[in-house]
């Protein structure tokens, strides 16, 4: 069954706190991606891995860090998390670059 | 910088009628397009891939392609309540790059 899968779905941070969002994927992607989504402004892209340890910045990483150890996992870190970064985040995966992407339920994260 | 538009911001059917929807997209070498569906607080799905001028049908979805005119749309055929979600255009430049339009909000009554 290909799945993407994250960690939690629902979190409330308080600003200055630390965050960890989770994503993993069964079928062997090497790319992977993490957008947010927000009203009006639709999906922005934070960061994409090409594969372990392979990272780039995306459109938006300002505030972002990722991890990528293992290819079936992708961390998303808000180190100090503010405000501004309240929003609906979504991982994905795809076989190779710009092919088919595989999206997770998304996170939805409140920062107070 | 790709734009890629979408067209309307929202749209209303009736079950059964057609549902029309459209998308532009500015980089003239981009040379791979999806739709994806995103029901209310969910991760997106793909409906349909088209990567040459034409059509590209996929059960009750059809996306159409001209290049030319740099338009991709997406008709649904018969579609039912159960449609109703925001449909993302997905456009690839030619550097694999992967910009989304901001969606159109589909409403399918009974």
């Known amino acids: 069954d290909m799945k993407v899968t994250q960690m939690p779905r629902y979190l409330i941070k308080r600003m200055g706190e630390n965050v960890l969002l989770e994503c993993g994927q069964d079928m062997s992607h090497e790319t992977m991606y993490w957008y947010r989504q927000d009203p009006g402004l639709g999906l922005q892209l934070i960061y994409i891995?090409?594969?372990?340890?392979?990272?780039s910045e995306g459109d938006i990483p300002k505030g972002y860090r990722v991890s990528r150890k293992k290819r079936e996992h992708f961390s998303l870190i808000l180190d100090s998390a503010k405000t501004n970064q309240t929003s609906v985040y979504f991982c994905?995966?795809?076989?190779?670059?710009?092919?088919?992407?595989?999206f997770g339920a998304g996170t939805r994260l409140s920062v107070l | 910088q790709q734009k890629v538009q979408q067209s309307p911001e929202s749209l209303t059917v009736s079950e059964g009628a057609m549902a029309s929807l459209n998308c532009t997209f500015s980089?003239?070498?981009?040379?791979?397009f999806r739709w994806y569906r995103q029901h209310s607080a969910k991760g997106l799905e793909v409906l349909v891939s088209i990567f040459s001028d034409g059509e590209k049908e996929e059960g009750r979805f059809t996306a159409h392609l001209n290049r030319a005119n740099l338009h991709v749309s997406l008709h649904i055929r018969e579609p039912q309540p159960s449609d109703s979600a925001v449909y993302l255009c997905?456009?690839?430049?030619?550097?694999?790059?992967?910009?989304f339009g901001d969606g159109t909000q589909l409403v399918v009554k009974p």
């Open positions: 980089d003239g070498t981009s040379n791979n």
């Open positions: 994905a995966s795809s076989p190779g670059q710009g092919n088919t992407l595989y």
């Open positions: 997905a456009v690839r430049n030619s550097n694999n790059r992967i910009f």
């Open positions: 891995s090409y594969d372990v340890d392979s990272n």
